[in-house]
């Protein structure tokens, strides 16, 4: 099984554009979410969604936007990169929010100049 | 305010000998979870503990969850360099008036030969 698949690996955008980092699970999960890692901070959660057409905000969603129109694919767009999000991304999935533990992608380092 | 306050946050020592790892809280979880990263990659889950007083062995690692499920301890028997990493603990349940998963900022421990 490829388990939760991210691209791209790296990424480098000016400030101002925008772009859409791309998650994928094959395991069926429900559950699925974003986070982003910065030092001494820990992971931080962007957006959830519980279900094919169902999002919601996470504690740090401001600048981001997710839909999810399969079980499968989640994807995070930045509508206007920002310096402030450069970071490392991981999407996350699982069967369900609070029981299970997540399976995570290898991430996405972006850093915004 | 980090709900989840793990140390120590940095560790260093020699391949052979044992260390342990803390996640505290004031807060009562449902769950609780251990991951390991390593460099370049997502967190793996390692355990899930959810009952008070719980105690999981994976080879030399034995987690365990506080009685009154506020904290958890990792404890690495006899470590090897292999054991480098960033252990996460995260914790699922009712924090600050809604249901949560948050995450420690994570102990970076280093096993030297």
């Known amino acids: 099984n490829a388990g939760v698949t991210q691209t791209p690996k790296f990424q480098v955008l000016k400030t101002g554009q925008s772009m859409t980092l791309q998650c994928a699970q094959d395991?069926?999960?429900?559950?699925m979410s974003w986070y982003r890692q910065d030092p001494g901070m820990g992971l931080r959660l962007i957006h959830y969604?519980?279900?094919?057409?169902?999002?919601d905000q996470g504690e740090v969603p401001n600048g981001y936007n997710v839909s999810r129109s399969t079980t499968e694919d989640f994807p995070l767009r930045l509508l206007s990169a920002a310096p402030s999000q450069t970071s490392v991304y991981f999407c996350?999935?699982?069967?369900?929010?609070?029981?299970?533990?997540?399976?995570f992608g290898s991430g996405t380092r972006l850093t915004v100049v | 305010t980090q709900l989840l306050e793990q140390s120590p946050q940095f560790l260093s020592i020699q391949e052979g000998e044992n260390l342990t790892v803390y996640c505290n809280s004031s807060?009562?979880?449902?769950?609780l979870q251990w991951y390991r990263q390593e460099p370049g990659e997502g967190p793996v889950l390692l355990v899930t503990v959810v009952t008070g007083g719980e105690v999981k062995k994976l080879k030399r690692l034995t987690f365990q969850f506080g009685d009154a499920r506020k904290d958890s301890s990792l404890h690495i028997t006899a470590a090897q360099p292999g054991d480098t990493g960033l252990y996460l603990c995260a914790g699922a349940g009712r924090l600050q008036g809604a249901q949560k998963l948050v995450f420690g900022q994570g102990t970076r421990l280093t096993i030297n030969p």
């Open positions: 996350a999935s699982s069967y369900s929010r609070w029981a299970y533990g997540y399976t």
């Open positions: 807060s009562v979880f449902s769950s």
């Open positions: 395991m069926n999960h429900e559950y």
């Open positions: 969604s519980v279900g094919a057409g169902i999002t």
